[in-house]
């Protein structure tokens, strides 16, 4: 077991390693020059060459991709003699745009996208769930078609066009919520909750519609088993057999897809996050790249690739427990 | 001889978009205490449809006609609570594939102590102890140990054996037994077959063996039921059955089958 | 779980079945689309939205009014621009109304946006289809190292934070030709998905019977992979592709509603939407036209696809 999560641990870094180089590589080759953006347009060449040199842009590739590496190990030092700055380790460098430390950034924002991932998840795995039980247990009937029904449905409305109709509908014409601003709870729980609700119920729709499909599905896969057939046969009341039985083989294939999902929230809700003005992980990303912030982008994708793949992981492993069929020795 | 259960004129009918099927028609057995009954059929000659109806497990929108009686008390038309009693309790049953028929993620030793604490008051302590000894009957080497064992890491014979630990935790007076041994090797049915014929001497347990195998059911049934398209073609003494078949259809069936050696028997 | 096997008819007759059973099959699952309400609405409104595209000029003939042409008439700039009239300005003259400030008109710019987004859709399916179909093949096939390399690579770019990436090197592309920049980030980073299946189906169909009495009977490779795989990967190649359409109309309109898709002047929905994020409160209209014929369109594709998939998931049962 401990060899199996090493080896896990170690591909992770690897994998991670490969992104940063991929990522480093696109936008080094890419992007448009740093150095002419921050300069503006009263520039001279000398001052170009200034400040490529200061931010480092005028060493070679190789070397500025280890001083990245380095730096988000044991840290770095940028500049010299009296102006010298230590950023310490994981350091992600300096925004070109607003000269903050992009850790501090990243720090300062994710407790805001960690709000509307986890309450939307919240949101979406009890109506996903109890929508898709309900379904299953009622195959055909009334109930099941329509939340079918209303699944696919809410699962093809785009989040940006949800988000701008709840807006609409609850801020702008029945005025029962304020537009939404990343209020932390300490100061307000109420104007808290109400401002995150409309992001949470954005986010939470289209996935909650997908795992009402998905936990239909397994349900009523798991309901045809043999083993089901047994556990009547036992004597066991409906209500042991169903929540023992049937619900523990069902639902435990939806952990893993739920990591995932949630993974990927971390890194930020873009499009949630940019259309509510909630300032998180996802609405840095998009200024970041309007005004194309290179160390920002490059730390926002980081993020990302490594919540995802941490996420896949956790994931693994954490199925080992849950499914004694896979459970490595 | 006071028979244990008495099956009459028993009638299944299912709906289908062609309306309604008799999957089971007038069909009528009886079982006696410490017998073992073979009700022998091909796929879909309504062998297992007659053993569902018995522990009252057909698939919703089946329905019955006729009178099912264990023990003297009639089982057709008891409310699903009552019937629950009666499974596991008075009448268990064993299934043909034993690794889909447990659940692959509870450990053998909490699915047996399920089934025990579903009829007994009794604590977990108690049922553990029941659930070591029951391992211990079906030959399950170091029982304790492998309480704690899933499915999956037991042999396709072991698992069949623990199905038999389980139906029999209750001492149920019936068992019904549908194609124990058709999934699994000859050398490992012919030993399945003898401890079910040892444990039914120990408990004087009345079975019913469903299966396509006339052979199987020559070395241990005293009297069968052959079945063809949901009617009974003939019941008898088994002797009678296999030395002068009646019908063409058993008669088809006996010539189908090598004939193996009935060693089994023990 | 119920993944495409290869039908029964098939097994027991290789060389029939791949002839004759697709043939039946379709005829099949067209029937029992045509039974379903869901399916035929479906169908009658992607319909129309593909006459619309196709009709674009004409309807722009018609009307008078092209995508880019200004109508200043129809806004009030005493307003600040607020369409004239009532519903974002909707009269016989601009049916969907018009955009506030220049005036353009928005049943003009639907049809030519359903252009540009079924375009690029429809292009990026063909191509991830094609990579993933190919890559999944050669890795099912071959397996050994061919299949290492392929898997680890579709492992690394399933890992990667697709949109923010997709967003970051689309922003930092000069500005070229927005659609075919779409179509390719579009595809290098949605063949995996793809390809993961077709690889799992592929796995499992060399070690079939059919396909094992197949090589035994001394036929080629590529004779095996088009007349014994391929056809058994028909059905789910079907159903995945009609899903993965809506898909990627969501992400170009999702991209072009971040700003890093189309470029303006050129009409497409997602921008359009994005265009009318200001004007939300003011002129509801304005997103909410091209937000419904968005939502429409991608429940119309996912529909339909959900029915092919169960027309032929019962084929396989029965």
Redesign the interface.
Known sequence: MARYVAGRLAGLVVLLLLVCVFTYLIFFKLSPDPALMICGKTCTPDRVAQIRASLGLDKPFLTQLGDYLSGLVVGRDYGSGPNLVRCPAPCLGYSFQSSQSVTQMIVDRLPVSATVAVGAAVLWLIIGIAAGLLSAVKEGSWWDRTAMGLALGGASIPNYVLALTLQYVLVVKLQILPFPSAVPFSEDPLLWFQSYLMPWLVLATGYACLYARLTRANVIDTLAQNFMRTARSKGLSPALTMRRHALRPALTPIVTIFGMDFAALLGGALITETVFGLNGIGKMAADSIAKNDQPVIMAVTLLAAFFVMAGNVVVDLLYTGLDPRVRVS | MSELLVVEDLTVTFPTSRGPVDVVKDVSFAVGRNETVGIVGESGSGKSMTSLAVMGLLPPGATTRGSIRLDGAELLGRPDREMRRVRGEQASMIFQDPLSSLNPYYTVGLQIEEMYRAHRRCSRKEARAVVVEALTQVGIPEPERRAGYYPHQFSGGQRQRVMIAMALVCSPALLIADEPTTALDVTVQAQILGLLAGLQRETGTGMVFVTHDLAVISSIATRVLVMCRGEQVEYGDAEQVFAAPRHDYTRMLLESIPRIDDEVVL | ?TTAAPSHEAMADPLAGAGHAPATEGRRIARALLRDR?AVLSTVFLGLVVLMAICAPLISAITGHGPNDFDPAAVDTNLGGLPRGSLGGVSADHLFGVEPQNGRDILARIAYGARVSFLIAISATVLTTLLGVVLGLLAGFYQGWVDQVISRIM??LM???A???M???L???PTGDRSVLLVTVITVFGWPYLARVVRGQTLTLVNREFVEAARASGASTGAIVFKEILPNLRNSLIVMTTLAV?GYI?TE??LS????GVTPPTPSW?QM?SS??SW??TD?MY??VP?LF??LT??SL??LG?RIRAASDAGEAS
């Open positions: 779980m869901g492992d690394f890992a990667f934070p949109l923010i990436f967003i970051a090197i922003s930092s592309l809506p969501g309109a999702g509603f971040l700003g890093v997602g939407i009318a994020v939300y409160a509801p997103f909410a937000g968005l939502f991608v429940l996912t529909v959900d």
